[in-house]
């Protein structure tokens, strides 16, 4: 939820004067504080101090008594200009001021005081301290002194400001909400996956419920792949240079590779993209004109040099499986292809229950000679055919400049994510270089050769990003095909144990996933672990159950179902699945 404000809007100036207040209340409480920025941010207003001490908790209660304090004095705030030695004057004991002022290219200097606090500033500002509206302290930070990180590290305190106290509650509702979603705290306590930092950053393992997540996830695509006539392939994620130097990578990619391994007499490298395996695939035989499209798919995994401050949680990593595809297709048929490509993407977007995404139309930057292949006919003619193609299916579709591939333009789909932070998912792209660097034909229905045009797409994107976002868009809490546990049977006392075993049993013969708490633990606790964990079905077991073939059945919503027949539960189990499996 993005906010744009403006130094005109009351919010600003609102934000601004909390900013001045907090800075008040710690150089009051904290002897030797030095003070330096403080603006009103997005969302509320940060300080920063150079303290003797670390701040705490308890700290961030005393600042904001103190704040609240003056908000109740409803102290003015009053404008003024001063000559710049009586501003060095006054802000003699504060380097950070004294080295701003210097900074300042006017002989006058611009502050605001209210009660005995001044700051150097342009405002503007509320009139009184009782109008600054809602606040709550929410973090204490690192930040380096002008962002530089060879400058001394002060600390931030900041703080969220509505002019509500609804307001404001609704945004730390929304906060709060995103951080029980985030999936790298959701992948932490649901136990999908994990990172150590002897294998490094960005190269994720996934553990085994995360690895049943994507199986799944995995099947599901596969699955719908090969209702649409794609064939699947596996190759070796890595190559020799001299593939990578022949398809453009070196010249334009080798920024985003890892380095090259030297070898006796030759350098390897990782792949950073499946293309050239699956090219050498289509011409490892001659090829007619009857074979095509020929849709080439592979759960590709691919090697990137990320930087390590854009890698995070699974959303952007260094090792990464695609869900992959290359379709190599006569220039006649690459519409339908393309309209094709979009279907299977609503299809899979339909049943996993994604709904809010937008479409770009990734161009390349025509100066940019580095970064794109230097061929102007080829581009045009490929962003014609990609415009035509979303205009035939009616799409709405932003552009964007210097977002396509080296090779060709893509139609990327972005989506969101909690922190209202955009990535392409699933693209679509058209390539008639790589076809060219390859010389790849094949013979026509003329008898003579021509050369294929190649749509790369990948639907569902690398299993990694599309993992990150559906564990936040669940909460964690998947759908019963998708969860790595469908059922927990709960035994009420040790002597249940057996039957819940057999119950287990029962239920993995046709394939769900179920586990058997048989702790020693009292069975409202192993309930509540089961919601914790997100299970799907508890099915809780005692004398009653045992003796009539039942399990009494309990929804992670909390909704009870009571006592069912197992052959119900089955039933009930695998129609959920079925039905959530079919798309319109
Ligand atoms: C679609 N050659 C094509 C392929 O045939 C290709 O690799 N395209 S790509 O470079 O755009 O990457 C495909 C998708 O991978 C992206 O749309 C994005 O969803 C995902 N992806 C890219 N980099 C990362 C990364 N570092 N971490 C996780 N996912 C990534
Ligand atoms: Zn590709």
Known sequence: MAEDITPNDALYAMRHSAAHIMAEAVLELVPGAKFAIGPPIEHGFYYDFELPESLTNDDLAKIDR???????????????????????????????????????????????????????????????????????????????????????????????????????????????????????????????????????????LWLPKGATVRRKLEEFITGLEREAGYQHVYSPHLAKRELFE????????????????????????????????HILIYSSKLRSYRELPLRLAEMGTMYRWERSGVIGGLSRVRAMTLNDAHIFCEPSQVKEEFSGVMQLVERAYDILGITEYSYQLSLRDPDDKEKYVDND????????????????????????????????????????????????????????????????????????????????????????RMMAYLIELYGGAFPLWLAPVQAVVIPIADRHIDYARRVAVDLRAVDLRVELDDRGERMQAKIRDAQLQKVPYMLVVGDKEEEAGTVAVRQRSGEDLGALPVFQVIDRLQDEITTAMKSE
């Open 246 to 277: 022949r398809s453009g990578h070196w010249d334009h990619f080798k920024d985003d590779m890892f380095p090259p391994m030297d070898l006796d007499h030759e350098q390897m490298v990782l792949r950073p993209m499946n293309c050239p395996h």
């Open 66 to 204: 103190r704040m609240r304090r003056t908000i109740k004095r409803n102290v003015a705030f009053e404008h003024s200009e001063i000559s710049k030695d009586e501003a060095r004057q006054m802000f003699v004991d504060q380097p950070y001021k004294l080295e701003l002022i210097d900074g300042i290219e006017d002989d006058h200097v611009s502050i605001y005081a209210h009660g005995k606090f001044v700051d150097l500033c342009e405002g503007p500002h509320v009139k009184r301290s009782g109008k600054v509206g809602a606040f709550k302290l929410t973090s204490i930070a690192g930040a380096y002194w002008r962002g530089d990180e060879n400058n001394t590290m002060l600390q931030r305190i900041y703080g969220a400001l509505f002019e509500t106290q609804e307001d404001l509650d609704a945004h730390l509702e929304r906060v709060e909400d995103a951080q029980r979603r985030d999936h790298r705290r959701l992948g932490r306590e649901l136990e999908l996956f994990t990172t150590h930092e002897d294998i490094g950053a960005g190269l994720p």
């Open 377 to 464: 006919e080829m581009w045009d003619m490929a962003e014609d055919i990609l415009r035509e193609a979303m205009d035939d299916l009616g799409l709405p579709y932003t552009e964007a400049t210097g977002e396509a591939a080296f090779y060709g333009p893509k139609l990327d789909i972005q989506f969101a994510d909690l922190m209202g932070r955009e990535e392409t998912y699933s693209t679509v792209q058209i390539d008639f270089h790589l076809p060219k660097q390859f010389d790849l034909s094949y013979i026509g229905e003329d008898g003579a050769e021509h050369q294929p045009v190649i749509i790369h797409r990948g639907v569902l994107s690398t299993m990694e």
